[in-house]
């Protein structure tokens, strides 16, 4: 191929990958809407627009988070106190956890 035609050189032709969320981190992540909405009508949605931008992350670069414990690697929600554990497998991101920093770590841990 000459220049111009197919990819360049340092071009990324990295895939997003789906992002799934397991049952127990849907329930979380539900649960903490509706606890911020409780507080303050509108803040739920903003947690969610944090918490949307972390997993559109994950699913464009999972792999940018470090491991934690085991395979697992960790993102930090912005301006919450809360993290998105997640797993990268070879078709798919999955979230084991959407989780308050403040909740003991050995909950989510025996998720893996």
Request: glycine fraction near 6%; hydrophobic fraction near 40%; charged fraction near 25%.
């Amino acid at each position: 191929m000459g220049r111009g035609q197919g990819s360049s050189f340092g071009e990324s032709t990295a895939v997003s990958l789906p992002v799934v969320l397991r049952p127990e981190a849907r329930f979380e992540f539900d649960e903490a809407f509706d606890w911020y909405e409780q507080q303050r009508p509108g803040l739920g949605v903003e947690f969610v627009e944090h918490v949307q931008e972390v997993l559109d992350w994950l699913s464009a670069r999972p792999e940018l988070y470090a491991q934690v414990f085991q395979d697992i690697r960790r993102a930090v929600v912005r301006r919450f106190p809360y993290s998105v554990f997640s797993k990268v497998e070879p078709q798919q991101v999955v979230v084991s956890a959407v989780f308050h920093s403040r909740r003991d770590p050995k909950i989510w841990q025996a998720r893996t």
